[in-house]
Structures are given as C-alpha cells and as structure tokens.
C-alpha cells in the first residue's frame, strides 16, 4: 500500500517539476548568483537495499539563517517515484547503511550529543533510535552478514580529556605535547597518540566488544560472508608518520584478537572487500611510494589464507578506486579517473580486460551494488550536479531530481572540451566555458572577445573533469569565460604525465596552461587584453608561479597558496611529501629557493587578492600572508581575506557567499573597467 500512495506521489512531483521548467523555458531564466548556494543541494553517499528496491542516499544544503550546513537521509525507489526523507534533526546525518536482512538503516549523527554516534531506523515504521553510546564516538558502519552486529571504529579515550562530553566553556585549556613527526592535519589540528580502533557491536544486547587494541590506527573494517572475520586496513609501520605504507589485514571478530597481515606492498593497500565466497579479498594498492602522489594504483586481489596478491589492473595507468564484487563473484566494479572522466569499469576476478560499464562524458562520485545485481551510481555532468541513476544494459534512468527545480531557474553557460598543445608539443585537455546568452548580454567587446578567467585545479594531482563546476558557472553568469585546463602534475592521464612536475612545480604545467589561454585567443573567444587567472590550494600555487613569470594577467587571485616554501616546512601537514620531493631544506636549499615564487616576488605587478582561511593547517595562511606583505610593501594593488576558524576547505556559508562574491568583485574591477561592480 506504501508503495501505491509512492507511486501516485512521484506523478505529481513530476508534473509540477515538467511545468516548472517549462514555464522557465517560457521566460528568460537568470543568472547564477552566490546567494544561489543556499539553493543547491548536494547528493551524496548513494546505497541501495539488498533486494534492490530502495536507494538510500544523503542530501546537504546550506542555512542561511542558521549560517552552518546541514545533511539529511532520504530513500528512493529503484522502480521511480517520490523520494522519502527519513532524517530532518538540525544536526547532520550520514552515512546510510543497510542491514543485510533490509530491516534496519543504519546512519551516524550527533543529533543528541557532541559526539557522533549510531541511529537506527526500524523500516516497518517508527522514528530513529540511538543504538551506541561512546564517550569518544564512532564512524565507519559495517553491518554483519547475519545483521545482529556492527563493526564500527571508535577511538580510545583520550588521557588528557576525561569529560569529552563536558562543554569548551567549562575547560581549562591544557598545552599539547606532541611528540609525533606527524604532528598536525588539517581539521584535525594538532595530533596525539590516540588511536581508532575496531569494535563489534551487538544491536541487541547493545553490548560492546574490543577487538584491536595496539599502538596503531585502524582502517574502516569489512565482514567475511560467514561473519567470522574483518578486513581493515592499516599502516602499521614502526613509524608510520615517516610513510604511507597501508597493508590489508584480517582479525577475527572477538576481543584480543591478533590481525594477520596479507599484503606486504611498500605503498598503500586499502579499500578492501570480500569476495562472496570469502576466500580473497579485492583492494586498492598503490604504486612505487617514492612517486608519492604522483603514483598511479591497480585493483588487487589477494587470498584469505594468504598469498601472492595478483595484480587486475596492471598496465592501466589510471587511478582507481571503490572495488566490489559483483554478487556472483566473477568480477570487481570499479570507478576509473581518465582523460577529465571518471567512468565505471569491471575487470574479472579471473583476470582479464577490463570493461567500462559506463563512459563517455560523464564523472561518476559513488556507485553501489545489491545483492539482486541492481546497480546505481552518483553522476555529474557540465550542466547537472550530482544524481543518483539506475544503471540497465549500459543506460541510465533518473532516480533523483533533487536540483532539477532550481536549475529550471538558471541559465547555465555552455562547457566545451578543447586541446591545447603546449610548448614541447604535448597536448593538453581543457574546459572552456562561456557565459550563457539568455542570461542576459554578454560583457563582450565589438569583435565578440570576452574578458577571460583562467581558473587552475588543485592538487597538484587532481583533475578538472565533465562534472558540474559551480565555480566556472559563477564566473560565466557575471559574463566571463572560464578556460581551465588540465596541465602537466593532473591525475587521470597516466604516471608519467603526473610525475612530469616532480620538483618541477611552475614550469611545465605553467606552459601547459598558458597554452590553454593562447588557444582560447585562438578561437576567438578570450580578449587577450582581459585576461583574469586564479585558483586555490595548488591552483593558487600555480597562479603565484604565473603572475611572477608573466605580466599579462590583469587580475589575480591566489587563494590557499604556498609562496616560500622554505617557511612552510614544519608550518604544513605535508613533510613527508616536502622531503620525499625536493628534499631535507637545509640540505637542498638551492632547490627549494628556486621553485618558490617568493624569490621573484619583485616582478609580479598583476593586481592580487589573497585568501585563506586561518586554521589552515593544509595550506597554511602564512603563504598568503607573505604575498600580500610583499606586494603591499612594493606598492602593488592587492588585499588580504582571512576568514577566522576556517581550514582548508571554507565550509561557513556566508564565507562561501563572501568569497564568490570577493571573485566577481575583484575580476570585474579589472577586467571590465567600464562597468560598475554594483550592477554586475
């Protein structure tokens, strides 16, 4: 009966949204503006039951009124209609997982308490209850195949907090004593000797058992199919802040349980899964570690009793992630980042090639796989934020439409795929994307040229891909065009093209992007007197690297940036990878000096706004802060945005509002002389 009265809902939910957009279409949609993110949703962490009939998946949003962001559950049919939502507490709800027997979904909030903790959610009715109750909270739900139980990790008590629970105000703050070389992480701040270990919970008894206990932190845990073991992955190294040598591991499921190691690879093995017979287990294993993130990995297999791990994917050349096997347990699905994509592909658990299930123009998030074979994924594309599809025969059906309303509203400007051939004659992948007409005429000159923003990604090892950019969609509403390139240091286009920067920062990938500008002036799109660059985290890197190496940018923004890289060893959570690629500094000091765009800080004249955020523990402020002194004491145009208590991602609303609207303001003010900010 449930399922009728879904079914009658979906029809008119999908009326109205068919005549909303048609009614759109009727009239001029608007532009994009940045009070626009209080509209858009976020659709995450797709889950399927295990008879296939529901999606279970996250939907976030941002409060305005409320200045934070909030997440909720919500649940699909796989057959269509209306989404029902489950959560709708002020605190966030995550991470949705079905009991095998389909009776339960479970999910983490701190709905009731400072610590994140357990819920669960009877199906036949009835609202959320919470099942865990740890002082120090938990993350990481496994469900046991038989459902009474769940593996969870739960870190150990803190010594120097014995009230978690207690408020900040009625704290006394304690100096921390560090002593590992590890010693901070972004969101994390400064880190201790607490460890996360694997827990079994009982739903029943609701009684707790400790399975690890040591000295190390352990990796989300994975049930055997007969319940009688875990699989977990971690780095469990003398010292394991000195590398990033992860091995799989199993332990059986009771207290005092030793884990028994299986692979024994030098860089990182984790993301394992049980094959449905119990006898192997897939994973992600990582490439020659001296590449550090330049690295490409492989899908592995591995036996239960032990052995030889066996290779999949070798000769690809691609990065992958989120292995698992299909129910019958002939092949592995998994995702695969090529070329500005990410696809989905299997390879068979016998070996073999591998077959892409869904390609093309596309970036696949998340997928999931149910015990019946139903298959769904989390796809984004140019004009589309993240929705969940059915997968049949190669095609996809739509099961979510959780952003299509408000995209009725917009006019989004069109994204384009071109190459660019750089200066040695290697081609390069980029993105052009132009305002959209309809939103209102373009600021353009007599001969169609458009002021031109070159937006560079982070990473270095990351990608601009054909998934929906709100960045480039922000910029190309107030009538600019947005060229963003995949240089030299990208992922998805193999090791070598990756390595390619390796103590090389600012030279071949400052080439490969100034290509995608000299093309795009090519096609008769960018005004090569109104050019525009910027970026954060390595984008901001890169944009130092290019304002003091060219004087034809005539605007700049440099968010998150590293300047003097000499001031940011011991200041960032990256050591490992400063030493692994240029270094001990006072041992290769002429190296570091020279890749750091401070050294040539006299002869950058672009008018600069630098931003950061000053918990920065990633990318420290400090980078920001010493371009913005040195280009104001040289008497250079430029400003300092810090937002208070944000780290490397800014996640306060108003400061997401505030910084679009800071890189509307600074671009235009530069770029289109002749027009007033205020009317922009």
Do not use: C
């Not at 909303?20 to 279409?25: L, R």
């Not at 090791?495 to 008769?524: C, H, N, Q």
């Not at 525009?532 to 890197?541: E, F, K, Q």
Request: no cysteine.
């Amino acid at each position: 009966m449930r399922r009728v009265l879904l079914a009658v809902a979906v029809v008119s939910t999908s009326a109205f949204i068919a005549l909303s957009m048609a009614k759109a279409d009727a009239q001029s949609r608007r532009p994009l503006e940045p009070a626009d993110i209080f509209e858009l949703k976020t659709v995450s962490d797709p889950r399927i039951s295990p008879d296939g009939a529901w999606v279970a998946y996250t939907v976030s949003s941002l409060d305005k009124k409320e200045d934070n962001a909030d997440t909720d559950i919500y649940m699909a049919p796989s057959a269509g209609g209306a989404a029902v939502k489950l959560t709708s507490s002020k605190k966030p709800e995550t991470s949705p997982r079905w009991s095998p027997d389909g009776r339960y979904l479970a999910f983490l909030s701190g709905r009731d308490g400072k610590k994140t903790q357990v819920y669960l959610l009877d199906r036949r009715g009835g609202d959320a209850q919470q099942l865990t109750d740890y002082k120090t909270g938990a993350s990481a739900i496994a469900w046991s195949p038989d459902s009474s139980s769940l593996a969870l990790l739960v870190p150990d008590p803190d010594p120097d907090d014995p009230n978690p629970d207690a408020d900040a105000k009625d704290k006394k703050p304690k100096p921390h004593v560090i002593t590992r070389l590890q010693f901070m992480r972004d969101g994390d701040g400064y880190l201790n000797d607490v460890k996360r270990h694997i827990h079994v919970f009982d739903v029943a008894s609701k009684k707790d058992l400790q399975v690890t206990s040591d000295k190390f932190d352990d990796g989300s845990p994975v049930w055997s199919p007969d319940g009688s073991l875990l699989a977990f992955s971690a780095n469990r190294t003398d010292n394991p802040d000195a590398n990033e040598n992860s091995d799989v591991f199993v332990v059986e499921a009771r207290a005092g349980a030793k884990p028994r190691q299986l692979t024994t690879s030098p860089g990182s093995d984790n993301s394992p899964v049980f094959s449905p017979d119990g006898r192997s287990i897939a994973y992600v294993t990582g490439g020659d570690p001296k590449d550090i993130w330049y690295a490409t990995n492989n899908v592995a297999l591995v036996p239960v009793a032990g052995g030889a791990p066996k290779i999949l994917t070798a000769g690809l050349d691609r990065n992958v992630s989120r292995p698992q096997f299909t129910p019958d347990g002939s092949s592995i699905v998994f995702i695969i980042e090529e070329g500005g994509n990410s696809h989905l592909a299997r390879v068979a658990a016998a070996g073999g090639p591998i077959d892409r299930i869904l390609s093309g123009e596309r970036e696949i998030n998340a997928y999931d796989l149910s015990k019946t074979n139903a298959l769904v994924v989390l796809e984004t594309r140019p004009d589309q934020p993240s929705e969940i599809s059915l997968v049949d025969a190669g095609s996809t059906r739509r099961l979510t439409h959780v952003n299509d309303e408000f995209l009725a509203k917009v006019a989004l400007g069109p994204v384009e795929r071109f190459k660019a051939k750089s200066a040695d004659g290697t081609m390069i992948d980029a993105f052009l994307t132009r305002p959209n007409a309809s939103a209102g005429k373009p600021f353009d000159s007599a001969q169609g040229r458009l002021p031109t923003i070159l937006r560079i990604h982070g990473g270095p090892v990351s990608q601009y891909s054909t998934g929906f950019n709100l960045e480039w969609q922000m910029l190309a509403a107030k009538g600019f065009a947005v060229v963003a390139a995949n240089p030299r240091g990208s992922s998805g286009y193999g090791r070598d093209f990756s390595r390619a920067l390796w103590a090389a920062w600012g030279e071949k990938d400052y080439e490969d992007v100034m290509a995608a500008v000299d093309t795009a002036i090519a096609m008769g799109v960018a005004d090569p007197d109104r050019l525009g660059v910027g970026g954060w985290s390595y984008g901001g890197i890169l944009t130092d690297h290019v304002i003091s190496k060219t004087t034809r940018f005539k605007a700049a923004i440099s968010g998150a940036s590293e300047f003097n890289y000499l001031a940011n060893y011991g200041n960032d959570h990256y050591q490992r990878q400063w030493e692994a690629e240029l270094g001990l500094p006072w041992q290769n000091t002429d190296l570091w000096i020279k890749l750091s765009p401070f050294y040539r800080l006299d002869k950058i004249v672009t008018p600069t706004l630098v931003l950061g955020g000053d918990a920065d523990m990633n990318v420290p402020i400090i980078g920001g802060q010493q371009l913005y002194q040195g280009l104001k004491r040289l008497g250079r145009d430029t400003e300092l945005i810090v937002y208070p208590g944000e780290t490397h991602a800014i996640r306060r609303p108003s400061f997401q509002q505030d910084r679009f609207e800071r890189y509307i303001a600074w671009y235009s003010k530069y770029l289109k002389p002749s027009t007033k900010t205020s009317s922009q």
